[in-house]
């Protein structure tokens, strides 16, 4: 068994204590700054994968 599955009552439990501690009008603005920072690094990841795509295409293409 993994040390870091959670399984229903754990995340029924951390989703309390993040209501308790930031409040209901809070929750929103961080689900939201929360799913912005997780695009822009999916981006990034993106980016840097097309770059080194293109830099080994232009390695094998000076090879030939």
Do not use: C, H, Y
Not at 14 to 39: D, H, Y
């Amino acid at each position: 068994m993994f040390a870091w599955s959670l399984g229903g009552n754990e995340i029924l439990i951390l989703l309390v204590l993040a209501l308790i501690l930031f409040g209901a009008k809070r929750l929103p603005e961080l689900g939201r700054s929360l799913g912005q920072g997780m695009r822009e690094f999916k981006k990034s990841i993106s980016e840097v994968g097309d770059e080194v795509t293109k830099a080994g295409e232009d390695t094998s293409a000076a090879k030939k």
